[in-house]
């Protein structure tokens, strides 16, 4: 079989640079492991789809479903995209998420079109199950997924709201490996509001080995350094208004605190950032971190990027 691996709002993601090149290179990588008998062309011209057999529709990290907002409106590309899509005879799917074709185009406004159904493939969750063994965490999960394992993500979870929604039993019915990655947005937005912060630091993160503990096979990942306090977040990352509360300093010492934590917890593997990523002030981050405003690393620089990333 001959799939076409399409984006209908943008490109499916391959940069090393951003996180949507990330989402987009774990993706494309979980596809052709689940397809390894068929021939999988990522982002082929619209104008070839028809010589597919199977069209597997998958949008961005940043996508919500139903909404088509497109910085300066829709350009001849989409047009072009919707079209293929209407002509197209083959087998649809959609990768993690729906694509509404029909409320796409209330914006592109095709006349005497009729565009094809399909079923979602959650590939994250599902890809790998086999495998029992899985990744989850917030946003920052993506960047110490490994080939071969399911990924379970949701931007802005923070270890304290993961710690009351779900349970060590609920995960060993599933997995029998897990790589937990929770606690920096803890850390930006959270721990130094409490009235002592160090102890609120030490409670919480004891409460997460706790919680590792009693999983079959655990793996925690240590917090990544604290950046520079210049970098610009986007509206969207902020909390409250603000980018972070609590200096730098402040912060780093938390940071320590957790790390230790889960580094000294017998019973539960821990992997860490490399050490040349700390410097005096958090200017050595600045380039760790991906280009555009974000906390997020570039892919070139996950944990297990050689691993997928040529």
Not at 231 to 248: A, D
Request: hydrophobic fraction near 40%; charged fraction near 25%; include cysteine.
């Amino acid at each position: 079989m001959k799939i076409a691996l399409v984006s209908m709002m943008g490109n499916v993601g391959s940069t090393t640079n951003s996180q949507g090149g990330g989402y987009g290179l774990i993706l494309t990588r979980m596809v052709k492991d689940c397809m390894k008998d068929h021939q999988v062309e990522v982002n082929p011209d619209p104008s070839t789809w028809n010589e597919y057999d199977a069209l597997f529709v998958a949008e961005g990290v940043n996508f919500v479903e139903g909404s088509f907002n497109i910085p300066g409106g829709p350009q001849p590309i989409h047009y072009a995209k919707m079209k293929a899509a209407a002509d197209f005879k083959g087998k649809v799917r959609f990768i993690n998420v729906n694509f509404d074709f029909n409320g796409f185009n209330k914006r592109i406004k095709l006349e005497n079109v009729e565009f094809p159904t399909g079923e979602v493939v959650d590939l994250f969750k599902s890809a790998h199950k086999p495998n029992r063994k899985l990744v989850i965490g917030d946003s920052h999960a993506l960047s110490v997924w490994q080939p071969g394992w399911c990924l379970d993500f949701t931007a802005g979870r923070t270890l304290h709201g993961f710690l009351k929604r779900l349970t060590p039993e609920q995960l060993n019915a599933e997995y029998d490996e897990v790589t937990l990655y929770f606690g920096n947005i803890d850390l930006r937005f959270h721990l130094m509001r409490q009235p002592n912060p160090k102890s609120a630091t030490r409670d919480l993160f004891n409460r997460y080995v706790e919680f590792a503990l009693k999983l079959k096979k655990p793996t925690l990942v240590g917090l990544l350094p604290v950046e520079h306090e210049s970098r610009k977040l986007p509206g969207s990352g902020l909390y409250k208004g603000e980018k972070f509360f609590g200096s730098r300093e402040e912060r780093m010492e938390l940071r320590e605190i957790a790390n230790d934590i889960m580094r000294d917890s017998y019973g539960v593997n821990f992997i860490d950032w490399p050490k040349e990523w700390v410097d005096a002030d958090g200017t050595k981050m600045l380039d760790v971190l991906e280009m555009k405003q974000s906390v997020h690393i570039k892919p070139k620089n996950y944990m297990f990027a050689n691993q997928f990333i040529s």
